[in-house]
């Protein structure tokens, strides 16, 4: 698919909800910097660090479930290529995985 | 260890590196603020995300690599207690793991 | 769907690939106890688990990629309830990203 | 170090213990195996890996910690090269986060 942007995402239902999570995400990445510049405790850093990795892989799930059922019921209506779908968002599950 | 601030922490030696790439994935925080906002394609969103759970990870490692390092050479100096803090440091370790 | 059993699984095509896998995983889980009782470096023992670790994700990959196209292609056939399938495999993944 | 042999590793102490649980990894693979053979609904073969991937990250975050806490004590006593040792176990950590 060369121009997937005509139809709305899949997270279109839930877009404000997971932009207040982004925007969440980046006050912990400024909350980061501010720990480091203060020279807190690096075990204290990692923790916020652990808590933003888990906060980063929660919207990739609810990006990917929305995803998911998105393509499929597209799928029906369309008739357009759903495997190859089916195999992009595998392989965007597989650089989750290992990311 | 009440008060760990008197010593500098482990990454003092390389704040200002450590603060650019939290910046960086600051900027990548907003940056997927920006595709979220103009509808993009979920699969490169998730793609975007996965490279930044990667550049926190990264970031993460360096931290604890620092910390590690920095916390034997301390205890050598001062004879505090070196256990509570490899405790500590396999808590953190197991918290990133998992998260 | 209570009885999934009458229609061969997505892997079908590749059972014997992925039984040689898993045969492979089973051997490194006694490599690793064979380490363990010669009382091994302990760092050596985490490479191994590592390593072991990376080829159980990859044949989880394996059978997600192959449990979605599966999937698919079965809706497409017989119009059972896609969605449902597409929620059950979005909440593998997240055990999967989690564990 | 090149002979990390004479002196026992840091999980001797629950020797059998971690063997115990390395038999049960086994048998979960041996598990998979039968369901795969079986030819088994594949979403509950990515439940019992993912339930075997968390169990070996438990056992590798214990064998982390109890060499951590070893590697302390030993250079303590014997005055050999800590910051060596640290530097390698962080390597393991890197490898395990990114398994």
């Known amino acids: 698919m060369t121009d ?4 709305p995402p899949g997270y279109i239902g839930e877009k404000a909800r997971v932009l207040a999570r982004l925007k969440r995400i980046e006050g912990q990445a400024r909350g980061l910097q501010r720990m480091v510049d203060d020279e807190q405790y690096c075990i204290d850093i990692l923790t916020q660090v ?4 888990s906060a980063l892989r929660s919207v ?3 990006l990917l479930d ?3 059922a ?4 597209e799928a029906a209506a369309t008739g357009e290529d759903v495997e190859a779908k ?9 650089r989750l ?3």
Chains 1, 2, 3, 4 share one sequence.
């Open 50 to 53: 652990s808590a933003m990795t």
């Open 97 to 99: 995985v290992r990311a």
């Open 4 to 7: 997937p942007a005509p139809t």
């Open 86 to 94: 089916l195999a992009e968002a595998s392989a965007a599950v597989a």
């Open 66 to 68: 929305d995803h998911l």
């Open 60 to 62: 990739a799930l609810t």
């Open 70 to 73: 998105h393509c499929v019921r």
